[in-house]
């Protein structure tokens, strides 16, 4: 692989998500996106044709071509362990959509390959580098709101129940917690810097038995994380940052435009607008894309120990809630 550039991106899966990061691809810098794999080699050309995409392959293909040098992970994450791997194994850089794993053993194993075979490694969490969420955490650093309290965040939607569906599928790792409730426990993360000192969880559960509802207390010292998700019920969708002297507030955060300062009695104080023209996932793509081109085996802004501490919360979240899945037992 050139180190000069431009670096040769292949996409894994051709779903909604594969499709977002391929629009984003214009505005890429130092960077080609020349392949794409599905299960489906038709789904994989048909993908190709619509975004210009030179080539489609099978995932073997993928993993074999010696076209492509950096691979975008965007199936299912019950599968995200097993095809990072074989890209890892053959030498390709791995962006890989969150959750990188749906265990922490996986995790660690994959963290392992990485390192055996000297390769770039990176949990695709976009929201970290959104304008908006950075600006907070800029206020944050400055002592704008004084020490830090409280972190509310939620993340939801009301879904029609479909029993089969990826949602709802066990086998598929279905649930809250790993599609959605990762982003709520994110945001305290990118916030505090700290992995928490204890953690509280409740959840609901559908018939098919992942869990529909999550609800978390995560302390980080003098300071509480109140985080939730679902995909039952429709809420929020907020981050509230509460300080000493003031608050933050960012609507729709895990999409993220805007934040907004007030001061402690809650008198609107500056106002951030990001008015960017893509979806957001640029900044996450032309993070790893400089880093891999660079020479670094990982991201600077979401760093494997941030993905080791994420995949620990979610692992204790899961052993008091009782959730497994069938590829664990």
């Known amino acids: 692989m050139s180190t000069t550039g ?16 391929a629009k984003d691809f214009r505005f890429m810098q130092h960077a080609e996106l020349v392949a794409v794999a599905a299960s489906d080699i038709g ?12 080539h489609a392959y099978d995932y073997a293909q993928l993993y074999a071509s010696p076209e492509v040098d950096a691979v975008y992970i965007a199936t299912t994450h019950n599968f995200h362990a097993e095809q990072a791997a074989a890209c890892l194994r053959s030498g390709k850089a791995v962006l890989c959509e969150k959750p990188i794993t749906i265990n922490l053993q996986e995790f660690q194993l994959l963290r392992n390959i990485a390192r055996e075979n000297n390769v770039f490694l990176m949990e695709a969490m976009w929201t970290w580098f959104l304008p908006a969420l950075r600006q907070a955490k800029t206020w944050l650093q400055e002592g704008r709101i004084g020490k830090l309290k409280m972190i509310q965040a939620d993340f939801s939607f009301a879904v029609e129940y479909k029993p089969q569906g990826r949602l709802f ?3 598929l790792a279905g649930g809250s917690l790993l599609d959605i409730g990762i982003y709520p426990i994110a945001m305290a993360t990118f916030l505090t810097d700290r992995y928490p000192s204890a953690i509280q969880s409740s959840a609901s559960f559908t018939d098919t038995g992942v869990d529909e509802r999550v609800g978390m207390l995560l302390e980080y010292g003098q300071c509480l994380g109140i985080l939730s998700a679902s995909i039952g019920t429709r809420m929020t969708n907020h981050l509230r940052i509460f300080g000493e002297t003031g608050a933050i507030e960012i609507p729709e955060f895990w999409k993220a435009r805007t934040a907004t300062l007030f001061d402690k009695e809650y008198r609107q104080v500056e106002v951030f607008q990001d008015d ?3 979806r957001g996932f640029i900044f996450e793509m032309q993070e790893a894309n400089d880093r891999i081109l660079s020479g670094h085996k990982e991201s600077a802004v979401v760093p494997l ?5 994420l995949q620990q919360i979610m ?3 899961r052993r008091q809630i009782g959730l497994r899945y069938p590829s664990e037992v």
């Open 6 to 21: 431009p670096l040769r991106w292949g996409i894994l899966g051709a779903g909604y998500i594969a499709g977002e990061f």
């Open 43 to 54: 789904r994989a050309k048909q993908f190709a044709a619509q975004y210009d995409i030179p």
């Open 169 to 171: 599928n066990r086998n």
């Open 276 to 278: 960017r023209p893509s």
């Open 305 to 309: 120990e941030r993905s080791l501490w």
């Open 315 to 317: 692992q204790e979240v």
